[in-house]
């Protein structure tokens, strides 16, 4: 549900505008470059309008596509190294098919009849752009920006979404009338091609200090505005989402990481393996340097790379000028018609390069074919003011903002007329005002309240909510059919003050179950906007699966009643707890817990003293402090109104709980200690896609009964879970000191790509391994001290609930996922412990995950 929270103002964007195609007065001009000779094609031949700098390369197939809205470009040069130039009128505003052939140098031609007509094979040995592209590689340290001991800058970032190729008939349908002032609001001239109607901006004007030692980054927000659809959207948050998919781009790292993908820089360390490099021309720039001009294209069009030009400088420096980097459309990335980054750098007074301008494009679609309508974004992020080796003050380096405070969200116009690094197109500067219209619209109200409840599950009432929707009916073996209704406060209500509740019924043990939850901002913020600092009161009589990694208050969902084997060992809970938690900017949190617990077996489950099996036990009271630790540097979130999802990255999670059970307090059984310990990180391996890591462990200290003991996370439902060992069943293992390590592999159709079928289906590999070592201490030996829990056993004595021995409990899976764009399909197998009652040595389990 949580996924389709973050995409559903992208898809309501893409549902309301994507429609038929007007065209501009446009120049299209395709075609297919050939050898005159040998009538082979040639690929990175180079086609642009005469004396101008827009133009585009060739594909593999010699093919190419042109396009401008300049009326006044009327001839286009195609060149190529080795062949002589050829010049070609075009007429202005129409479609247009050009076919070249172009004939070799006379030096050039002499190869080609010795070799009677062969095309040469490539090779990095003795190539030149080759050696040329290692001078780059060999002088990058230096050219980064630090490279310098001090750097500072004013940088604005601005972000636009809007519909492409929008008709102009569109909005004098008469149910679109009331929406003219914005479907009437195009822009036909900054994209050659392209009808652009803005729906979405932002924009950030910011100050940024670097020091390299002590290494110091500090942004300081001078300025930022931003769209505001109304309360249904987070407008922060989306913005957040965005700029995750734009990230910004530096060629200089080996890797460059673009819309959730990661691809290999043209000048990483190893591209020469990955690319073919061609030297395609030499120019002057307008401070009357000398570069090269270098095209490069995949060695295999499906791996994840660019294709385009860099310019490097012969100054020494080695450095890159200018940059154009498309993605091929071959690459397996979802709703993604084209991507194309352009990089921009300047002269410093001590003859190195900065960066200047980085402009990010995307195209989105359904389908990567060529359609009338689309989504189009980009984000332009322009650097001026440029002051190297100047030392500041250590407090110009010291704190990090990670938000625009309220004075810089409100800054006058005049302001951001003297202080914006770029324009604003005159579409782009009517979208403020327009969007302020639309979401005061009745019927733009009723068109979001019915997306949200669709996507998210939830009917809005202005200060409250009711929802979700998919926990209204659930069943299971102990409550029968279970009714469940409830819902939470919005921020209309109070940003400080946060109330959740539901009530529930089941049918068949007759219950009643209700939970809620009370919660109070410290910082005059939403409780979950970063950075959170909150005060939470809540109490729960519900029924719970021992283990089950499921969220508590979620658990009543329909899809997951549906579970293999025998899943009837339950437990009836009344939970009473006091929950407090500080965020700070740096990323690291701190919590503290007080947890009052009553647990009442239910179903199969039974809680019986070793020493006295005739006289079960009703329920087990705990009462536990807890206090937690969290570390997540460079951590960001799509940030909702009363949600938060965090967004995956390449920095590690680091967390560590404490938990002290109190004997003698509100009723308190006994006394122990726990620690639990985890690092999560992300870890991006280039052409093979990433890769999920968890690591974890953690110990009990003192005699306990087996529900107060760990309990791994089992999973019996149909749905591959990430986090869960999808063949083990629920409480099938409990122990007191443990270790386990998770890899969750997606090799993003590494290997698919290169199968003719896989291809064309777009399917990804996965791959995953899930080890847990564990055991079972004397002094939490039910056999040893009798006065504790007999672990659960079967009707005919067979053990149910088992300690894990010196062997791990392993299994593993490898899978496909994407399929339909959505669908991860996983076969799970399990290698050990098999010889256990009602266990599964294999499975199928799917799982729904939108990505791109």
Do not use: C
């Given at each position: 549900m949580k996924f389709k929270k973050i995409y559903k103002s992208l898809f309501f964007s893409i549902f309301f505008f994507s429609v038929t195609s007007i065209f501009a007065q446009t120049t299209i001009i395709t075609g297919k470059v050939t050898d005159a000779g040998n009538k082979q094609t040639l690929p990175y031949v180079v086609v642009g309008f005469t004396g101008t700098t827009t133009g585009v390369t060739t594909d593999n197939n010699g093919n190419y596509r042109l396009s401008t809205t300049n009326q006044t470009y009327k001839q286009i040069k195609i060149s190529f190294l080795g062949y002589k130039d050829a010049f070609l009128a075009v007429v202005p505003g129409k479609e247009q098919v050009i076919n070249v052939k172009l004939f070799p140098s006379a030096q050039q031609l002499a190869q080609v009849t010795i070799k009677a007509g062969k095309k040469p094979k490539y090779r990095n040995k003795d190539n030149p752009a080759v050696e040329l592209i290692r001078k780059v590689i060999e002088n990058k340290e230096k050219n980064r920006p630090e490279a310098y001991d001090y750097v500072e800058y004013r940088e604005y970032d601005k972000m636009m979404f809007g519909a492409a190729n929008v008709s102009a008939k569109f909005s004098d349908r008469k149910f679109f009338r009331k929406y003219k002032f914005i479907l009437d609001n195009r822009d036909s001239t900054t994209v050659p091609g392209k009808s652009i109607l803005p729906i979405f901006l932002n924009e950030k004007i910011s100050q940024n200090y670097y020091r390299k030692n002590p290494e110091k980054n500090r942004e300081i927000v001078l300025g930022e505005k931003n769209v505001n659809f109304g309360p249904a959207v987070d407008n922060a948050g989306l913005n957040q989402y965005f700029k995750h998919?734009?990230?910004?781009?530096?060629?200089?790292?080996?890797?460059?990481?673009?819309?959730?993908?990661?691809?290999?820089?043209?000048?990483?360390?190893?591209?020469?393996?990955?690319?073919?490099?061609?030297?395609?021309?030499?120019?002057?720039?307008?401070?009357?340097?000398?570069?090269?001009?270098?095209?490069?294209?995949?060695?295999?069009?499906?791996?994840?790379?660019?294709?385009?030009?860099?310019?490097?400088?012969?100054?020494?420096?080695?450095?890159?000028?200018?940059?154009?980097?498309?993605?091929?459309?071959?690459?397996?990335?979802?709703?993604?018609?084209?991507?194309?980054?352009?990089?921009?750098?300047?002269?410093?007074?001590?003859?190195?390069?900065?960066?200047?301008?980085?402009?990010?494009?995307?195209?989105?679609?359904?389908?990567?074919?060529?359609?009338?309508?689309?989504?189009?974004?980009?984000?332009?992020?322009?650097?001026?003011?440029?002051?190297?080796?100047?030392?500041?003050?250590?407090?110009?380096?010291?704190?990090?903002?990670?938000?625009?405070?309220?004075?810089?969200?409100?800054?006058?116009?005049?302001?951001?007329?003297?202080?914006?690094?770029?324009?604003?197109?005159?579409?782009?500067?009517?979208?403020?005002?327009?969007?302020?219209?639309?979401?005061?619209?009745?019927?733009?109200?009723?068109?979001?309240?019915?997306?949200?409840?669709?996507?998210?599950?939830?009917?809005?009432?202005?200060?409250?909510?009711?929802?979700?929707?998919?926990?209204?009916?659930?069943?299971?073996?102990?409550?029968?059919?279970?009714?469940?209704?409830?819902?939470?406060?919005?921020?209309?209500?109070?940003k400080r003050y946060y109330f959740e509740t539901y009530a529930a019924y089941g049918f068949k043990d007759e219950r009643w179950k209700y939970?809620?939850?009370?919660?109070?901002?410290?910082?005059?913020?939403?409780?979950?906007?970063?950075?959170?600092?909150?005060?939470?009161?809540?109490?729960?009589?519900?029924?719970?699966?021992?283990?089950?990694?499921?969220?508590?208050?979620?658990?009543?969902?329909?899809?997951?009643?549906?579970?293999?084997?025998?899943?009837?060992?339950?437990?009836?809970?009344?939970?009473?707890?006091?929950?407090?938690?500080?965020?700070?900017?740096?990323?690291?949190?701190?919590?503290?817990?007080?947890?009052?617990?009553?647990?009442?077996?239910?179903?199969?489950?039974?809680?019986?003293?070793?020493?006295?099996?005739?006289?079960?036990?009703?329920?087990?009271?705990?009462?536990?402090?807890?206090?937690?630790?969290?570390?997540?540097?460079?951590?960001?979130?799509?940030?909702?109104?009363?949600?938060?999802?965090?967004?995956?990255?390449?920095?590690?999670?680091?967390?560590?709980?404490?938990?002290?059970?109190?004997?003698?307090?509100?009723?308190?059984?006994?006394?122990?200690?726990?620690?639990?310990?985890?690092?999560?990180?992300?870890?991006?391996?280039?052409?093979?896609?990433?890769?999920?890591?968890?690591?974890?462990?953690?110990?009990?200290?003192?005699?306990?009964?087996?529900?107060?003991?760990?309990?791994?996370?089992?999973?019996?439902?149909?749905?591959?879970?990430?986090?869960?060992?999808?063949?083990?069943?629920?409480?099938?293992?409990?122990?007191?000191?443990?270790?386990?390590?998770?890899?969750?592999?997606?090799?993003?159709?590494?290997?698919?790509?290169?199968?003719?079928?896989f291809k064309k289906l777009k399917w990804r590999e996965t791959a995953s391994l899930k080890v847990l070592w564990g055991g079972l201490s004397d002094g939490n030996n039910p056999s040893i001290h009798p006065s504790l829990y007999q672990l659960p056993v079967d009707d005919n004595g067979v053990p149910l609930t088992y300690s894990l021995g010196r062997t791990p409990y392993v299994e593993g899976s490898v899978g496909i996922e994407n399929i339909f764009k959505l669908i991860r399909v996983d076969f799970v197998e399990r290698f050990n412990y098999l010889n256990h009652p009602n266990v599964a040595n294999w499975g199928i389990r799917t799982r729904i995950k939108f990505d791109f």
């Open positions: 998919l734009y990230t910004k781009v530096n060629i200089y790292d080996n890797n460059v990481l673009l819309i959730t993908s990661q691809f290999l820089s043209p000048i990483s360390d190893n591209s020469p393996n990955y690319y073919k490099f061609f030297i395609t021309d030499t120019i002057t720039d307008d401070h009357n340097n000398k570069l090269v001009e270098l095209s490069f294209t995949p060695r295999n069009t499906t791996d994840v790379l660019f294709e385009g030009r860099i310019y490097i400088t012969l100054d020494g420096n080695y450095a890159v000028q200018k940059a154009n980097l498309i993605v091929n459309k071959n690459i397996n990335i979802n709703f993604i018609r084209s991507i194309q980054v352009d990089l921009t750098f300047e002269q410093n007074p001590d003859g190195r390069y900065h960066m200047s301008k980085s402009t990010t494009t995307a195209d989105f679609g359904a389908s990567k074919k060529d359609a009338k309508s689309s989504l189009f974004g980009t984000r332009t992020i322009t650097l001026g003011n440029y002051v190297v080796n100047k030392p500041r003050p250590d407090t110009a380096y010291n704190k990090q903002s990670e938000e625009a405070s309220d004075e810089a969200k409100n800054r006058s116009d005049a302001f951001w007329q003297k202080n914006r690094l770029d324009t604003l197109t005159t579409a782009e500067s009517k979208v403020y005002k327009n969007i302020d219209s639309l979401k005061d619209m009745p019927s733009y109200k009723r068109t979001v309240d019915i997306a949200t409840l669709l996507l998210a599950g939830y009917k809005g009432f202005g200060k409250f909510e009711i929802g979700p929707a998919n926990t209204f009916y659930s069943f299971n073996p102990v409550e029968g059919f279970k009714l469940r209704f409830g819902g939470r406060t919005t921020p209309a209500l109070s939970f809620l939850s009370a919660t109070y901002s410290l910082n005059n913020k939403s409780i979950y906007k970063f950075p959170q600092n909150y005060l939470r009161a809540s109490f729960q009589r519900d029924t719970k699966i021992p283990g089950a990694n499921l969220q508590f208050v979620q658990e009543d969902n329909f899809l997951l009643s549906f579970k293999r084997g025998v899943n009837d060992k339950y437990l009836y809970n009344d939970n009473y707890r006091i929950d407090y938690v500080h965020e700070f900017e740096s990323h690291f949190s701190y919590s503290a817990g007080f947890n009052n617990w009553k647990q009442e077996p239910a179903g199969s489950l039974y809680f019986r003293p070793m020493d006295d099996l005739t006289h079960p036990v009703h329920d087990l009271t705990s009462t536990e402090i807890t206090a937690g630790l969290r570390y997540a540097p460079n951590e960001e979130f799509y940030q909702g109104k009363i949600y938060r999802t965090p967004l995956p990255n390449k920095y590690p999670i680091y967390q560590v709980q404490f938990t002290a059970g109190l004997k003698n307090v509100f009723g308190g059984e006994y006394n122990y200690q726990k620690i639990d310990a985890r690092i999560d990180k992300r870890v991006y391996e280039s052409q093979l896609g990433y890769a999920d890591v968890a690591v974890y462990g953690g110990k009990v200290f003192g005699t306990v009964p087996y529900p107060l003991l760990s309990i791994p996370r089992a999973n019996q439902t149909y749905a591959y879970d990430i986090d869960s060992y999808n063949l083990m069943n629920f409480l099938e293992f409990v122990y007191d000191h443990y270790e386990g390590v998770r890899i969750d592999q997606h090799f993003m159709g590494f290997f698919f790509n290169k199968v003719p079928l």
